[in-house]
């Protein structure tokens, strides 16, 4: 596990804080993931699944290896970076990546009851890129969020992780985050933007299988 500086709430650096490895082989493991798993259909706004927090996941066992076979093997499908359990209909907080950072570095992992860290002032640096989602198909928008993220939680097999992000791989790690607790990235927008969003997602076509919303 790599090294890497991160800042406590109070601002202050903590030396030796250990993130996971998730550079290496990278294409590799996603391929496993995906070979191993079955594409399922996307959820899209309105589903209930997407608007609650999820369960808590307590059970690190094959059930959720599948699971996140599955979740690697749907985003795939999809053509996406990341995706949330609940974007597969699934009520648990697993999340899977497989993101370039700003520096063109792929990742690649599963992090399980994700929470983020509360940034100091001085690390909240905003980047206002557009933004995007599986479950909002073919909509975009801009969306101010920090560059530099840093997410605590479990991996497939229980064990503690923390992941550091930054640039669009930062803006991932939350946006995947933001779903387990219910919140779509629309949610934090303007509602003239919000509106303008699901406008544009109204008038595309979905270019994946999705689950329509009764």
């Given at each position: ?103 063109g570095v792929r990742h690649v992992g599963a992090v399980c009851n994700p929470v983020l860290d509360e940034l100091p002032a001085e ?92």
């Amino acid at each position: 596990m790599a090294q890497q500086p991160v800042f406590d709430q109070d601002g202050d650096q903590r030396v030796d804080e250990e993130f996971i490895d998730d550079v290496t082989d990278a294409e590799e493991r996603e391929t496993a993931h995906r070979e191993r798993g079955t594409s399922r259909p996307i959820t899209v706004v309105g589903n209930p699944v997407l608007h609650k927090e999820c369960k808590d996941v307590t059970a690190f066992d094959d059930e959720l290896g599948r699971l996140i076979d599955d979740m690697f093997a749907s985003q795939r499908t999809a053509e996406g970076v990341g995706l949330a359990a609940n974007q597969i209909g699934v009520d648990l907080k697993v999340f899977v990546y497989d993101c370039l950072d700003d520096e063109g570095v792929r990742h690649v992992g599963a992090v399980c009851n994700p929470v983020l860290d509360e940034l100091p002032a001085e690390r909240r640096i905003l980047d206002d890129s557009n933004e995007g989602c599986l479950s909002v198909p073919g909509a975009y928008a801009e969306l101010p969020r920090p560059d530099y993220a840093v997410v605590r939680g479990q991996d497939a097999k229980g064990e503690t992780v923390a992941i550091r992000g930054t640039g669009y791989f930062a803006r991932c790690l939350q946006h995947e985050t933001d779903h387990l607790y219910g919140y779509l990235y629309i949610d934090r927008l303007s509602k003239r933007e919000r509106k303008d969003a699901l406008k544009q997602m109204a008038e595309r076509e979905p270019r994946y299988p999705v689950v329509a919303n009764d």
